[in-house]
């Protein structure tokens, strides 16, 4: 008899980086029907509260809803690039009100517009630098990384201002309040942010390695896709988006305060981002829903001000619409 002889199988080379790139690319459903239930939800509150209030369709209270959620969606437009990419970053809101100590306590002393805006954005990207090593270089997962982070932003920013109010400057003030043919200066900022950021998930090798990476990093390591460099480099960019979301909101308040906590900034910031359809384990997320999310909180939040109810009422709303929207994300996902 003679012995039988088996030919191994060969192991399957890992897909290479292009492929990962066309599924990545594959993934990012840009059709709004991908996002129909979403808007269903807006429309049906638009007619509600247009029902039970008149002021809420006028053109002053519109623009003015647009402006309120301006920060949200620029904090959130990078959040989104995070989670995409298998990340989150709890101290982007944190980041922002540092930003805005700094850049106000430089008003303060008699530094330039221009100085001061740019230096509480430099700092804000160190910290996201910051927080990139520390989650890359390390085993701490960045849940716990950042939020222990944004704790420490915290502080950092009540010592920069030393627990007082500070002004933000008149040319500031001007700016937050200003507009351009009707537009808001602040709603132009994040739109052309959120255009730019939706156009680089979509369009650049970029934007579809985050695809890849967040959707099994193994592989994405495997193709030779350098996977420590571009998260590094998300956290960074992540920082400096939070660094101007702190001017804009700077901007808007008129001053920096101890009132304004970083977490609850973020908590509004994660709970749009999710509400939009970005997986919580990452690969899949899109800006169009990112920024239909920021609209349909900012909706909300003015809707239950127009009708009366209390504030209390309105943070668990966001609480509740958070955990509604994580459900059916990870239904989404299974």
């Not at 950021?197 to 390695?209: E, S, W």
């Not at 690969?283 to 900012?298: A, F, K, P």
């Not at 943070?315 to 299974?334: D, E, H, P, T, W």
């Amino acid at each position: 008899m003679t012995a039988e002889t088996h030919t191994p199988t060969p192991s399957p080379l890992p897909p290479t980086r292009a492929a990962i790139r066309r599924r990545a690319g594959a993934r990012v459903p840009w059709q709004l029907g991908g996002h129909l239930g979403l808007v269903v939800v807006l429309l049906l509150i638009l007619v509600l509260t247009s029902i039970g209030s008149d002021a809420f369709l006028t053109s002053n209270n519109l623009l003015n809803v647009l402006r309120q959620v301006s920060v949200l969606a620029v904090i959130a437009a990078g959040l989104t690039w995070l989670m995409i990419a298998g990340g989150i970053d709890f101290s982007m809101g944190s980041n922002a009100v540092v930003t805005m100590a700094i850049v106000a306590h430089l008003q303060y002393t008699g530094a330039s517009i221009t100085l001061s805006i740019f230096a509480g954005i430099a700092a804000a990207s160190v910290l996201g630098l910051v927080n990139g090593l520390v989650i890359t270089y390390t085993s701490v997962a960045p849940f716990v990384a950042t939020l222990a982070t944004a704790t420490v932003f915290d502080g950092i920013a009540l010592y920069v201002i030393d627990g007082r109010s500070v002004s933000a400057g008149a040319a500031l003030m001007t700016f937050g309040t200003g507009s351009v043919f009707g537009i808001p200066y602040l709603l132009g900022i994040a739109v052309v942010i959120c255009v730019v950021l939706g156009l680089g998930l979509r369009y650049t090798a970029f934007g579809r390695n985050a695809f890849a990476i967040g959707g099994n990093e193994t592989v994405a390591r495997l193709s030779g896709i350098p996977v420590r460099r571009n998260k590094i480099l998300l956290y960074t960019a992540g920082g400096m988006l939070a660094g101007i979301a702190g001017v804009m909101l700077l901007s808007r308040l008129g001053a920096a305060s101890p009132g304004v906590t970083g977490l609850t900034i973020q908590l509004q910031a994660v709970a749009a981002v999710v509400i939009g359809g970005t997986s919580l384990a990452g690969g899949r997320g899109t800006m169009i829903g990112t920024g239909l999310g920021v609209v349909l909180l900012g909706t909300v939040a003015n809707s239950l001000n127009l009708m009366g109810v209390s504030t209390y009422f309105q943070v668990m709303a966001v609480g509740a619409v958070l955990l509604i929207a994580a459900m059916a994300n990870s239904r989404r996902s299974a």
